[in-house]
């Protein structure tokens, strides 16, 4: 008997779930980039000709600062303390998966491959003054 009002109690409280009037608030994919306030990107891989042109050593990779403002900060890891980095802006084109970034003279623009909390794939695509091609991934800054 107490196994069935337990049965029916979880069937009930699952359904009275699954039926109720909360709404959940749409998580929209700029958020991933900059959580709201800002997040640090790793630029952890850039494979141009089947090859990765990022250093092994942590001090001298580069990361990204991506903020709600739209704009975002490139720096080498080395000169975080003695550096503004290089400011540029960025925007998001999700129903097409697209990703510009753009600094003083140069526009990088960008074809989404995926998109997550964790990892961002990226792969460049062909602009007038840039005849080269690659894949970049960013990883959301890691905890040493």
Same mark, same amino acid.
């Not at 001298?60 to 720096?75: A, E, G, S």
């Not at 802006?89 to 753009?102: M, P, V, Y």
């Not at 990892?119 to 905890?143: H, N, R, V």
């Given at each position: 008997?107490? *196994? @069935?009002?337990? $049965? ?15 709404? &959940? !608030? #749409? ?11 800002? *997040? @640090?990107?790793? $630029? ?15 001090? &001298? !990779? #580069? ?33 097409? !998966? #697209? ?46």
């Amino acid at each position: 008997m107490n *196994k @069935v009002l337990f $049965i029916i109690l979880l069937v009930f409280s699952s359904l009275n779930s699954c039926v109720s009037d909360r709404h &959940f !608030k #749409k998580v929209e994919p700029y958020y991933l980039f900059h959580d709201n306030s800002s *997040k @640090v990107w790793l $630029i952890n891989h850039v494979y141009k000709n089947g090859k990765d042109e990022v250093p092994l050593s942590m001090k &001298f !990779k #580069k990361i990204f600062v991506f903020h709600k403002t739209r704009n975002c900060y490139m720096y080498q890891t080395s000169d975080l303390n003695e550096n503004q980095g290089k400011k540029g802006n960025f925007s998001l084109d999700i129903a097409n !998966k #697209k990703l510009e970034i753009n600094f003083k003279n140069v526009d990088w623009n960008f074809e989404i491959e995926s998109l997550s909390e964790e990892k961002i794939l990226l792969k460049s695509i062909k602009g007038e003054k840039d005849s080269s091609f690659y894949k970049m991934e960013l990883i959301s800054f890691p905890e040493f």
